[in-house]
């Protein structure tokens, strides 16, 4: 059923919650932005895999939409974990991110200043990923910083993500910005720096 009508006064459930929560609440906030960054993911992967979109790294070749693909499975646990489910990013999905991010480093021209998003549409798509991850990652330190508030730094409560599912989230605008980059210089485009004038 693709509806119960229960949510219709405003409200919604979180997984092995009984109490019903506002939807504008801070955790609904972030699940829906957590959905949001998952969701246009898609519409990248889908861009990256018709374009056959492959990054040459120094140890391996970078296939983007199966690395997006991989990207959104991970995801899914970080919505899982912030509904309240037994779920956490491990620290190798961090490292595994880091990799990438110091592998694609390796092949571009050092940054120096901001850059102009455009270039490609891939390129494009990546940089507004980009911004959607990052608002997705403010909405869930907001619900960390509500928990911290209401709980106290010492409460033995579990609170409502972990420490590498924060740092997952903060690398993961870091490897959007990186394909972003990445995308163009593939494609022979160089990037554009503001004028300021």
């Known amino acids: 059923m693709l509806f119960t009508g229960k949510g219709d006064n405003g409200t919604t459930k979180t997984f092995g919650c009984d109490q019903r929560i506002s939807k504008s609440s801070g955790i609904a906030e972030a699940l829906g932005s957590m959905d949001e960054i998952n969701s246009f ?11 056959e979109v492959v990054f040459t790294l120094e140890s391996q070749e970078l296939k983007l939409g199966e690395t997006i693909d991989r ?3 991970d995801l ?8 309240g489910a037994d779920k956490t990013i491990s620290p190798e999905k961090v490292k595994w991110l880091e990799d990438i991010i110091n592998g694609i480093e390796k092949m571009l021209p050092p940054i120096k200043t901001f850059f102009v998003s455009g270039g490609t ?5 990546c940089d507004i990923s980009r911004t959607i991850a990052r608002r997705a990652e403010r909405r869930v330190v907001g619900v960390m910083d509500e928990f911290r508030a209401t709980q106290g730094e010492l409460s033995t409560d579990k609170p409502p993500v972990g420490p590498s599912t924060l740092a997952y989230l903060n690398r993961l605008s870091s490897v959007l910005y990186a394909f ?8 022979g485009i160089k990037e554009e720096s503001p004028k300021y004038d």
Do not use: M, P
């Open 121 to 125: 549409e891939l390129a494009s798509l």
């Open 180 to 187: 972003a980059r990445a995308s163009n210089h593939v494609a």
């Open 71 to 73: 990207i959104q499975q």
């Open 41 to 51: 993911l898609g519409l990248v992967k889908v861009k990256a895999i018709s374009s």
């Open 76 to 83: 899914f646990i970080v919505q899982a974990e912030l509904a």
